[in-house]
């Protein structure tokens, strides 16, 4: 694989968090079997495929890895929870930093087309309902980084996934001699209003800032809408989320995963301010 496109879509920096996730190598006693592949080479073709929006079968041979070998590494990287542990490290990189904004939490959705897989999967209601479709669903800071990302079936009202994001939402590190940071308003539109949701996020300390439908305007969001949108974008901007060709929903919620990782690194490897 060449030197740069390896350090320009896994630098160093990014590695030394991703290489003590990785589990271990373990021969089997009775010999034989496959052996273990450049992990670096494999994670980094996995980052390709996401970025690129390439199937497996046609990664360039400069990787240095079998597709299949590589696709294999991937669902064994799936099994561990690699790609959740990937984000929490990043996002306690960032919050040891006090790059975490709490002021506030904003989540929102979005559809893709599902050209594969049942499972989490549904008919999409911004495609008439004619095609398949997977939704994500993601709740960020009051800075646009993903804190929580979700997928279900594009069919699954928003406000389903409301509770699952905020419980999701990890414990993060914070700046030494700071006490345990969490967000202190829940900012959403009229999709996601019940008087059940204010109960229940007022229950957790949390100031909801949610439009009524009928009373407020949809766009309740105002001046934050743009950050929610902006993260929900920088994701999009990893080819293999914009449309599902995975047949397994967790396979596609592993990308998912991988690319809020990667988003939270670009704010990790920018120079602190």
Same mark, same amino acid.
């Given at each position: 694989?060449?030197?740069?496109?390896?350090?320009?879509?896994?630098?160093?920096?990014?590695?030394?968090?991703?290489?003590?996730?990785?589990?271990?190598?373990?021969?089997? #006693?009775?010999?034989?079997?496959?052996? @273990?592949?450049?992990?670096? /080479?494999?994670?980094?073709?996995?980052?390709?495929?996401?970025?690129?929006?390439?199937?497996?079968?046609?990664?360039?041979?400069? *990787?240095?890895?079998?597709?299949?070998?590589?696709?294999? $590494? *991937?669902?064994?990287?799936?099994?561990?929870?690699?790609?959740?542990?990937?984000?929490?490290? =990043?996002?306690?990189?960032?919050?040891?930093?006090?790059?975490?904004?709490?002021?506030?939490?904003? =989540?929102?959705?979005?559809? =893709?087309?599902?050209?594969?897989?049942?499972?989490?999967?549904?008919?999409?209601?911004?495609?008439?309902?004619?095609?398949?479709?997977?939704?994500?669903? =993601?709740?960020?800071?009051?800075?646009?980084?993903?804190?929580?990302? /979700?997928?279900?079936?594009?069919?699954?009202?928003?406000?389903?996934?409301?509770?699952?994001?905020?419980?999701?939402? #990890?414990?993060?590190?914070?700046?030494?001699?700071?006490?345990?940071? $969490? #967000?202190?308003?829940?900012?959403?539109?009229?999709?996601?209003?019940?008087?059940?949701?204010?109960?229940?996020?007022?229950?957790?300390?949390?100031?909801?800032?949610?439009?009524?439908?009928?009373?407020?305007? &949809?766009?309740?969001?105002?001046?934050?809408?743009?950050?929610?949108?902006?993260?929900?974008?920088?994701?999009? &901007?990893?080819?293999?989320?914009?449309?599902?060709?995975?047949?397994?929903?967790?396979? *596609?919620?592993?990308?998912?995963?991988?690319?809020?990782?990667?988003?939270?690194?670009?704010?990790?490897?920018? @120079?602190?301010?």
């Amino acid at each position: 694989m060449s030197a740069d496109l390896s350090k320009r879509l896994v630098p160093d920096e990014l590695w030394e968090l991703v290489a003590p996730l990785l589990p271990s190598f373990t021969a089997r #006693p009775q010999g034989g079997g496959t052996a @273990p592949r450049d992990e670096r /080479a494999v994670f980094t073709a996995a980052v390709y495929v996401l970025t690129s929006g390439c199937a497996w079968r046609h990664l360039p041979p400069t *990787f240095g890895t079998a597709s299949a070998t590589a696709h294999r $590494r *991937f669902t064994v990287w799936i099994e561990v929870g690699l790609w959740r542990r990937l984000h929490r490290a =990043v996002l306690d990189e960032l919050g040891v930093r006090g790059e975490v904004d709490w002021t506030s939490a904003i =989540v929102d959705a979005a559809s =893709v087309r599902a050209k594969k897989g049942r499972s989490l999967t549904g008919p999409n209601p911004v495609d008439r309902g004619k095609k398949k479709g997977s939704k994500l669903h =993601v709740l960020a800071d009051a800075q646009d980084i993903p804190l929580a990302v /979700a997928v279900s079936g594009a069919n699954m009202h928003d406000s389903f996934a409301l509770k699952p994001l905020i419980l999701g939402t #990890p414990a993060v590190s914070v700046p030494p001699g700071t006490t345990a940071a $969490r #967000p202190v308003k829940l900012r959403a539109d009229k999709a996601y209003f019940s008087a059940e949701h204010l109960s229940w996020l007022r229950e957790r300390g949390l100031v909801a800032r949610i439009a009524r439908p009928g009373i407020e305007s &949809g766009e309740r969001l105002g001046r934050h809408r743009w950050k929610i949108e902006r993260s929900i974008a920088w994701l999009f &901007g990893n080819r293999r989320l914009t449309i599902r060709y995975e047949r397994k929903g967790s396979h *596609f919620l592993a990308f998912l995963g991988l690319a809020a990782a990667l988003t939270c690194y670009k704010k990790l490897a920018k @120079p602190a301010t």
